[in-house]
């Protein structure tokens, strides 16, 4: 594959290119698909790849435990204490070393075999949520052993997440159904944040939160059998010989110096500190606000999965990669004022209603961004610039969840939410005219050369 120089965006090339040499990946994902056999159709075609088939049927079963689990979790922590500054700090814990590791997991990322990586997370994961399921089924599970377990997870993913992320152009076949992959991977997350949250508010009503966490730890099973029944070929890699502090700052350098790699990152920090904490204060409107149980929680969580489904399938179905900046700014607009009517609904069929807007306008914004980073990032950075985007999407969250609690607690989950919204449609409009630039402007043109402030 050409690939692109720092401050180039090559919309064209990239997607019509061949896929990437694995020469420098350490495990590559050696393409196993149908063997002269008819291709999937356009929609689904990043599964003609043998390795990326498993990874999608292992990890779409594993994504539904860990929703199960996430739900359980913000239940469990209500029910106890009926603080949401605890369910903001629960958040927090859960999420506070993504954001510290992820800089060293990048390099490693880099550095070290992402199929191994993978497999010792996913691993751990499964150790982490059969400690919750015990701890729980023996009622030895208070607010300590939450937050403790919940930080385990946060430093798990913060290695998990690079490499899973920058392992998906080693899973499929042709460099360009990368994007279709990457849409097809918020698809699964999608379809496991509609069932997963039914499914936990089924289960804590029937048999209890310790079934919940042992379902999850279960759906691990699938996800690491998927990843030892792939056909890898594992080659030697080149470990850095710079200093890890030297690589993180040529990771930080090259995304200073790319716009649209820099524009992505600041608006998914933006949304994930402001806007997507919305969902650690659920059961607040499911219990105070809509006035029903864990039951309800789900629903409002399912529905929220309902329009990022659709959000998934709507970019999966596109080719064209140009729409990706122009996807981004929509999907930022409507998630916004998403919150805001959903901040001012109080009956359960209009909340439903707009949580599928909410979720449809969460999903495009956030597929659109992680395509366009992984379509134009240059292979020997992609981990360091993965791990960035895990600071900027999934680090910033715990400082949301932090400020979204501590501000619920004193004027309200309402008020809280529809500040959030209104903060994303302010970003929408402080960001409009360099996506604009970018939707517009032609193949090498100078708009995507271009390297002044965002």
Aim: glycine fraction near 10%; include cysteine; proline fraction near 5%.
């Amino acid at each position: 594959m050409a690939y692109l120089h720092p401050s180039r965006l090559r919309w064209v090339e990239t997607l019509q290119t061949d896929s990437p040499s694995p020469s420098s990946q350490g495990a590559a994902a050696t393409p196993a698909t149908s063997s002269g056999g008819p291709r999937p159709p356009r929609f689904l075609r990043a599964l003609g790849a043998y390795n990326y088939r498993l990874w999608f049927g292992g990890q779409g079963l594993s994504l539904i435990g860990t929703w199960m689990q996430r739900v359980t979790v913000s239940w469990v922590v209500w029910t106890m204490t009926h603080s949401a500054l605890l369910l903001g700090l629960v958040g927090f814990a859960g999420q506070i070393f993504t954001f510290a590791l992820s800089p060293v997991a990048g390099v490693l990322s880099d550095r070290w075999n992402r199929y191994r990586i993978m497999l010792v997370t996913q691993t751990l994961s499964l150790v982490q949520a059969a400690l919750m399921a015990a701890l729980a089924l023996a009622h030895m599970l208070t607010v300590w052993e939450i937050f403790v377990l919940s930080a385990v997870l946060g430093a798990i993913n913060a290695f998990d997440v690079p490499a899973r992320q920058a392992f998906t152009v080693e899973m499929v076949e042709r460099a360009e159904d990368l994007p279709n992959a990457i849409a097809l991977n918020s698809t699964l997350v999608n379809g496991a944040r509609m069932v997963g949250p039914a499914t936990a508010g089924i289960l804590l009503k029937a048999v209890g939160a310790g079934v919940s966490f042992l379902l999850n730890a279960v759906s691990f099973v699938f996800v690491i059998g998927a990843l030892l029944l792939m056909h890898v070929t594992f080659r030697p890699r080149q470990r850095g010989k710079q200093r890890m502090g030297r690589e993180m700052a040529e990771g930080l350098s090259y995304v200073r110096q790319n716009r649209p790699i820099r524009t992505v990152l600041i608006i998914l920090a933006l949304v994930s500190l402001f806007a997507m904490p919305y969902q650690q204060l659920m059961p607040i409107f499911a219990a105070q606000i809509l006035r029903g149980g864990p039951q309800t929680l789900g629903f409002l969580m399912a529905a929220a999965g309902v329009g990022a489904i659709a959000g998934s399938i709507f970019l999966a179905s596109r080719e064209d990669p140009r729409h990706l900046p122009l996807a981004l700014l929509v999907g930022l607009f409507l998630f916004g004022g998403a919150l805001v009517g959903f901040a001012l609904s109080h009956t359960l069929w209009l909340s439903l209603a707009i949580l599928v807007l909410v979720g449809f306008g969460m999903m495009v914004l956030i597929t659109a961004g992680n395509t366009l980073l992984q379509t134009v990032v240059d292979d020997e950075m992609r981990g360091r610039v993965m791990s960035l985007y895990t600071m900027a999407f999934f680090g910033m969250g715990p400082w949301g969840n932090l400020l979204a609690g501590a501000l619920a607690s004193a004027v309200g989950a309402p008020f809280t939410i529809a500040v959030a919204g209104t903060l994303c449609l302010a970003s929408g409009v402080a960001f409009a005219r360099p996506l604009l630039e970018l939707a517009r402007a032609p193949r090498d043109s100078s708009a995507t050369r271009q390297r002044g402030p965002a």
